[in-house]
């Protein structure tokens, strides 16, 4: 008598079966299902000793996979995790790190499937200060009948640092060009400092320059060879002249 109670109509008993899982699964509460995800997040290089100098950095970004409830897993974001390497132990002879996953911060309930890559490649170099001289860059001459006779800088020279091997021994930091070719009388002009390679940087509060520019009228007939003296005199003052 079981055994036909159980296999009588057993194919709507199998249909109905089925539809209750179906619905079942539908009406199911997102709180209580989990899914998975693929993000990718940046990675952040901290703590780097001030000694030294990143001069190849690694790859910017973590393929993240992460499990949790589909309700807390649609509200994630890139921005949502942290991911932290710290280089307060590194040296200039190591350039493989290893990533895990203690490096990454992550929201409550979240779960950390898998992550990629589990090393990254950071070059460092040694921090080199040197002090460089300024040169004003000027851009055209004077109208007929003025000549710049005096040009200077202040200050002459700045301290500046960055990774040893892009600080060169003939490198010279340059000011904005100064367009020269308006100028009748003497000013004084407020430029930008300009380093020789980006991976520089300035070791100054007021990343600025102040530039004295000298104008005098030509000299004719009788006075010509001493205004030529004078250019002459000039001459001893290093500037870029476009």
Do not use: C
């Not at 921005?79 to 929201?107: C, G, H, V, W």
């Not at 940087?201 to 030529?228: F, H, M």
């Amino acid at each position: 008598m079981i055994k036909d109670l159980i296999i009588r109509n057993w194919e709507l008993k199998l249909l109905a079966l089925f539809l209750a899982l179906i619905l079942w699964i539908i009406l199911i509460p997102e709180e209580k299902t989990f899914a998975e995800k693929n993000l990718a997040i940046n990675l952040e290089l901290v703590n780097i000793p001030p000694d030294v100098e990143v001069v190849e950095k690694p790859e910017s970004t973590i393929n993240l996979k992460i499990r949790a409830r589909k309700r807390v897993l649609n509200q994630l974001t890139p921005e949502s995790f942290l991911a932290q390497l710290d280089m307060s132990k590194a040296t200039i002879y190591q350039q493989e790190y290893p990533l895990d996953a203690s490096m990454i911060r992550t929201p409550s309930e979240v779960e950390i499937v898998s992550f990629s890559p589990v090393y990254v490649h950071v070059k460092l170099e040694k921090t080199k200060k040197t002090e460089m001289e300024v040169v004003p860059t000027i851009i055209g001459r004077p109208p007929e009948g003025f000549r710049i006779v005096k040009v200077e800088v202040t200050p002459s020279k700045v301290m500046v640092s960055g990774p040893e091997s892009k600080v060169r021994p003939r490198d010279k930091v340059i000011t904005s060009p100064i367009d020269a070719s308006l100028l009748t009388e003497s000013t004084v002009l407020e430029v930008d400092l300009i380093l020789p390679r980006p991976e520089l940087r300035l070791l100054t509060l007021y990343p600025k320059a102040r530039v004295s520019l000298i104008i005098e009228k030509k000299e004719t007939g009788s006075q010509a060879a001493q205004g030529g003296k004078i250019a002459k005199k000039s001459s001893a003052y290093e500037f870029l002249y476009f």
